[in-house]
Nanobody, 118 residues
Framework: QVQLVESGGGLVQPGGSLRLSCAASGIIFSSYAMGWYRQAPGKQRELVAVVSSGGSTNYADSVKGRFTISRDNAKNMVYLQMNSVKPEDTAVYYC????????????WGQGTQVTVSS
């Protein structure tokens, strides 16, 4: 079965750093675009960053210059390096795997809580 398991969330002070990890299994990892989404209370889930199967990246304007997404196809892992975090970054962060085509396939992890607070 397909599993996406996030880890690395927790409490961090403003200006600090955190690295989130997502371990994928049950999929041909290299054929999927991998992304990080987040959802705060009262807000819709939003795209934070995505890395394509070819390695190209895109970021939400709110995190550009602070967050970096990367993938390791040999380990079936995707990471989100979060630097200079702000209280506005507080949310549940979800790992996503998507394969586009005539038959679109999309998978989600359970999420990991990130809280930025002093």
């Amino acid at each position: 079965q397909v599993q996406l398991v996030e880890s690395g969330g927790g409490l961090v002070q403003p200006g600090g750093s955190l690295r989130l990890s997502c371990a994928a299994s049950g999929i041909i990892f290299s054929s999927y675009a991998m992304g990080w989404y987040r959802q705060a209370p009262g807000k819709q889930r939003e795209l934070v960053a995505v890395v394509s199967s070819g390695g190209s990246t895109n970021y939400a304007d709110s995190v550009k210059g602070r967050f970096t997404i990367s993938r390791d196809n040999a380990k079936n892992m995707v990471y989100l390096q979060m630097n200079s975090v702000k209280p506005e970054d507080t949310a549940v962060y979800y790992c996503n795997a998507e394969r586009k085509g005539s038959l679109s396939i999309n998978y989600w992890g359970q999420g990991t809580q990130v809280t930025v607070s002093s």
